[in-house]
């Protein structure tokens, strides 16, 4: 039946009990944590780990948190219908990488920060801080819901589990361990999860190569059918993926998720000194660029498999993002335990970001919202608030799948949802952190329009797709196909799908504005606030320099920094700014709020 299409195998029982250890592993180690810290339930160490993480701990769970089981189902569909492009990104992790621990981590462990959305109030006024909070809380809830629609259609499409039994169960795991371990319960998980993803890849390409006579071979049938071009350097904005888009778009947009994204701050503010927090990134570079790899290596495979039998065409499967399980079926179903390998590593990729998000959403809502109004608070009636919070975002987030399965393909949908809302909000940090004449009502309405305009144009390529111009899919054939028949399919249209089946009744943007890559979204939404916000903070008057402190914007001494032994001279500048920070030592802009709320041995621990 390999790569000829029609019906294919379903689960055996050896693969229910590998998929069932797997997620009671995922509960275990959340309870080992949550019994391991019972004598220790502070803010800090539900939120932290009582920021004394080490950096490959963490440098794992930065690369399990957005390498989802959407990275894990989407992307390998990508590389099947665009070809190798997407591999592109790496370019992108590594600029990201840079950027993120050269400017960002070190301003922000200096500030000892639990919400990254502290830093705007600090800079521009509590207003900003609480639109920009919103803003995160509305992102973090629509993806994490698609996070969680992802593993499930693939249990759906090829177990035949009820689709919302799974999406219920996805995140009752997540709350299990995230409720009762916390940051360290998360980050341990995420370890664990991290490895049998990538077992799951190296699965499929291993029983790929011998099926089709060798990686050589998979790779020669790439390059006939056009997977392989991946550099396009036209500049037209509008196509898709192009060498432009992809690197200058996606380092821009990856930076958003990884410097100012309060699931990935937390975690490399949650080590125990700067230099582990630095070197947590760019450990995370390497799993970044090995999980790129594998992903779209899969998806040649895919195409090598199914070059004369496309699966979408011949109507065995309803969206590209069932590609990979009906592939899984397909090749691996005659070793038991495999398929449960692999749904088990889809199922950990959304198990890890789904903890990460709701632990992130029950950081900067505690933080943001409940102690600047409640501050005589125990920390008992603190860590109830934090499992109630773990409970309630795990809700929403289910609740949010079923929107989820409304978008269509995963991977396009969920990045462009960090674009349209990660871009201003990247903008006004930059705006806060490089220029310091701009103002709070400059950063207020450099942020508002740049959201405007980047929902904007989301939203409107959300109901008119670009055109195949555009997103240029390359070609498939069903001509070694053993069924045409079609199969009973209740999943969504893909996401490029036109909406209307009146072509002529699109509107004179659609062609145009709303055919704009989704990769620019991003960058659109951050010039756009910094631009503004740098104009009206000018009209506005500016911001007074000797009125904010020196520690919240970037320094010299920030740059490039690292070292391998003894303390670099950032280490030193933020040793004394912690301290000033917690005495409170000349630092007019810092409230009696910010420094109680801290944890005064941070301090000392740095």
Known sequence: MTGAGGPVATFSIWDYVVFAGTILA?????????????????????????????????????????????TVIGTPAEAYRFGAAFWLFGFSYAIMSVITAEVFVPLFYRLAITSAYEYLELRFSRPVRLIGTTMYIAQTILYTGMVIYAPALALN???????????????????????????????????????????????????????????????????????????????????????????????????????????QVQRYISCKTLRHAKMSLYVNLVGLWLTLSLAVFSGLTMFSIYKNCDPLENGDIGTPDQMLPYLVMDILAAYPGIPGLFVAAAYSGTLSTVSSSINALVAVTVEDFILP????????????????????????????????????????????????????????????????????????????IGLVLTLWVGIGSQIYPPTAEKTNPLPFSTVDCNSTMSHNI??????????????????????????????????????TTVVVGLLVSMVTGGCKQDEKNPDLFVKASDLFSFSCCGKSKVSEVTEKSATDFYTGAENPTFTDFEIKSKDPERATKL
């Open 490 to 527: 209740t999943t969504p249209a893909p996401w490029t799908s036109p909406v209307t089946s009146e072509p002529h009744v699109r509107p004179p943007l659609a062609d145009s504005w709303y055919s704009l890559s989704y990769l620019y979204f991003c960058l659109l939404g951050t010039l």
């Open 373 to 448: 109004v409640f501050k005589n608070l125990t920390e008992k009636q603190v860590s109830w608030m934090h499992m109630g919070l773990s409970v309630f975002f795990g809700a929403v987030c289910i609740g949010m799948a079923g929107v989820a399965s409304a978008m269509g393909s995963i991977l396009q949908a969920a990045l462009s949802i960090f674009g349209m809302i990660s871009g201003p909000l990247l903008g006004i940090y930059l705006l806060g952190m490089l220029f310091r004449t701009s103002n709070s009502i400059g950063g207020l309405v450099g942020m508002i």
């Open 26 to 70: 995922s509960a275990s180690i959340g309870l080992f944590q949550a019994i391991r810290s019972r004598k220790d339930t502070s803010s800090s160490e539900f939120l932290l780990g009582g920021r004394q993480m080490t950096a490959v701990p963490v440098a794992m769970s930065l690369t399990a948190s957005f390498m989802s089981g959407i």
């Open 157 to 263: 499409q090829i177990t035949g589990l009820d689709l919302w039994g799974v999406l219920v169960a996805t995140g009752a795991v997540c709350i299990v361990y995230c409720t009762l371990g916390g940051l360290k319960a998360v980050i341990w998980t995420d370890v664990m999860q991290m490895v049998i993803m990538l077992a799951g890849f190296v699965a499929v390409i291993a029983r790929g190569a011998v099926l089709q006579g060798g990686l050589t071979n998979i790779w020669e049938d790439a390059g006939k059918g056009g997977r392989l071009d991946a550099f396009d350097f036209d500049p037209d904005p509008l196509k898709r993926h192009t060498f432009w888009t992809i690197v200058v778009g996606g380092s821009v947009m990856w930076v958003s998720i990884y410097s100012i994204n309060q699931s």
